[in-house]
């Protein structure tokens, strides 16, 4: 199962650059020190490179080695406006605008991965998930098969054997209340995600109720949901409308819902809601003892991911793999 050594060593073989929108926090720089001593992940950090280094050396990190880009120092800036002003044409953006903007870290990273510069952004350290996710849409945009950007979080736990248990919750972070199309988009995206870590993703659908054993429209809506990516993912695993007791427990599934051969075995939860989905997540980390990785955003064309501002160098660190190996 899932190990950050899998990761590093697919990046081994493919390293990439990474774009840190925040390039004077204390964390960025703590985590961009680890990388460079390494050789499977280059980090770009954004903003003045003498107020970078003058952090680096203040706070004691080593980031000799490491790639700065000053957005009022940047070589390319007119081919970035021009590309800015193609990308946000609906809008009537005027390369004056498109400067002003430019100047603003999240955008200008963000326009570093869209150029091809860097394969992959992290970004929220000091900015809101709002802050990271618009630029994303506006210039990085959805995959052609996708509407919506979603998240997952990836939550992992060592078992007594030594081996990892590793489960994904989607979405927690992004979609306040899906629809049912929606549910389904999320769900092949958490899917897909859940996979890159070792797992056989087994999806349910959750509820407060196990195949109609409770009423009510937000039961409907999981259970059409459900149906739907059947339809949409014959070849994956899914059930629903389910309980969370019957989802993981074969015994609690043996009573509730007898016939199905899938519960008690879901590792790949979908939420009805983000308030569902942000609680869920915490009491599995709290309560549950596991390790939670994300918000990882799904659907768009290239890896943007969103720091917690009360994050810690570690956490970037390993966002940072996660982010870089999605690419």
């Known amino acids: 199962m899932f190990g950050f050594r899998d990761l590093i060593a697919i990046l081994k073989k493919d390293p990439k650059k990474i774009v840190f929108t925040e390039g004077t926090d204390p964390r960025i720089l703590e985590a961009a020190s680890r990388l460079l001593a390494s050789s499977f992940l280059h980090p770009i950090l954004v903003g003045n490179e003498d107020e970078i280094l003058e952090a680096a050396e203040d706070s004691g990190f080593n980031i000799r080695g ?3 880009i000053d957005p009022n ?3 390319q800036m007119d081919k970035m406006i021009e590309m800015f002003c193609e990308l946000r044409k609906g809008k009537g953006v005027t390369p004056e605008q498109a400067k002003k903007t430019l100047a603003q870290g999240n955008y200008f990273g963000t326009m570093l ?3 091809g510069i860097a394969d992959a952004l992290l970004g929220g350290a000091t900015y809101s ?3 990271t ?7 990085i945009k959805t995959k052609p098969q996708n509407n919506i950007v979603s998240s997952v979080y990836i939550l992992v736990r060592e078992r007594a054997t030594g081996e990892n248990e590793v489960l994904a919750m989607a979405d927690c972070a992004i979609n306040i209340k899906p629809s049912e199309d929606e549910l389904v988009e999320i769900a092949m995206e958490a899917a897909e995600c859940a996979k890159i870590f070792g797992v056989d993703p087994k999806v349910g659908f959750l509820s407060y109720s ?3 054993s409770g009423a009510g429209e937000d039961v409907d809506k999981m259970r059409n949901a459900a149906q739907k990516a059947k339809l949409k993912a014959p070849d994956l695993e899914i059930e629903g409308e389910i309980q969370f007791d019957a989802a993981v427990s074969p015994r609690v599934a043996r009573t509730k819902c007898p016939d199905s051969k899938l519960a008690g075995h879901i590792n790949t939860f979908i939420f009805p809601d983000i308030n569902a989905g942000n609680i869920g997540y915490k009491i599995a980390q709290r309560l549950g003892g596991f390790d939670a990785y994300g918000p990882i955003l799904l659907g768009l064309n290239a890896p943007v ?3 917690s501002r009360g994050c810690n160098a570690s956490e970037v660190y390993s966002m940072a793999i996660i982010t870089a190996a999605l690419a």
């Not at 996710?133 to 210039?139: F, G, M, N, S």
């Open 66 to 68: 490491a790639q700065i």
């Open 73 to 75: 120092n940047f070589d």
């Open 113 to 115: 991965v869209k150029m």
């Open 129 to 131: 998930t709002a802050d």
């Open 133 to 139: 996710v618009r630029p994303a849409l506006q210039l």
């Open 210 to 212: 196990t195949f109609g």
């Open 305 to 307: 991911n969103d720091l």
